[in-house]
């Protein structure tokens, strides 16, 4: 089945650790991207990508890093630098040029304490 | 800056009812306009993609539409049914290219009572 993995589903770190998050899609798809979602609230962008090695930050980039080292994986990496880090993270692709429709994983839950 | 409002933020309905989710952009300049579904606790569902040479899209029970002039969209669900009950989410693309990711509102949370 083609689609967007995200893992892990939960995922609890400590106050001053560095966690990464996952984003797998085998729908060649040439853009990707992640949102944050804060309770009550709409979807936040943090970073995009349009191809391989090259990325944008988004509203809040800070105190996020990602790469893009290859056309199916997308992985955001949350850094001590984050202030409010507990949320939930959605990675999203898109086709390419010219195809404008978004497709969403299942998201990754991240709880820092 | 885009800013995106979803009225109402919750509604409640009997099951049958047809209804209407409102969407509104502080800047008209949108290209395409998405809607979604959120289940709790789960990613996004597309359900609706209007582009930017569009002014409704269809399927199934839902009808959605944009009037860019006042930088609004509806989504009209016919016949609401418990399964309908979520979240929707529209979000608009402001870049022209689709490229730049999407300003979303902060949902409309739908309860359908059976």
């Known amino acids: 089945d083609g689609g967007i993995t995200q893992s892990p589903k939960y995922l609890f770190r400590k106050e001053g650790q560095n966690v990464t998050l996952s984003c797998e899609q085998n729908l060649n798809h040439d853009a990707m991207y992640w949102y944050r979602q804060d309770p009550g609230q709409g979807l936040r962008l943090i970073y995009y990508?349009?191809?391989?090695?090259?990325?944008q930050k988004g509203d809040i980039a800070e105190g996020y890093s990602v790469s893009r080292e290859k056309k199916e994986s997308f992985p955001l990496t949350v850094t001590s630098a984050q202030k409010n880090p507990t949320a939930f993270y959605l990675c999203a692709s898109r086709p390419g040029t010219g195809i404008y429709e978004q497709y969403f994983g299942p998201g990754t839950r991240l709880t820092v304490t | 800056k885009q800013e995106v409002t979803q009225i109402p933020a919750a509604l409640s309905v009997p099951e049958g009812e047809n209804l209407v989710l409102n969407c509104s952009f502080t800047d008209s300049a949108i290209y395409n306009l998405q809607w979604f579904r959120q289940d709790p606790g789960k990613g996004l569902t597309s359900l609706l993609l209007i582009q930017s040479s569009q002014r409704e899209q269809t399927s199934g029970r839902l009808n959605a539409s944009l009037d860019k002039s006042s930088g609004r969209s509806t989504l009209y669900i016919a016949a609401s049914q418990p399964g309908d009950s979520a979240t929707y989410l529209c979000a608009g693309d402001t870049s022209g290219g689709g490229a730049d990711g999407l300003t979303f509102g902060k949902g409309t949370h739908l309860i359908i009572q059976p």
């Open positions: 990508s349009q191809i391989v090695n090259d990325f």
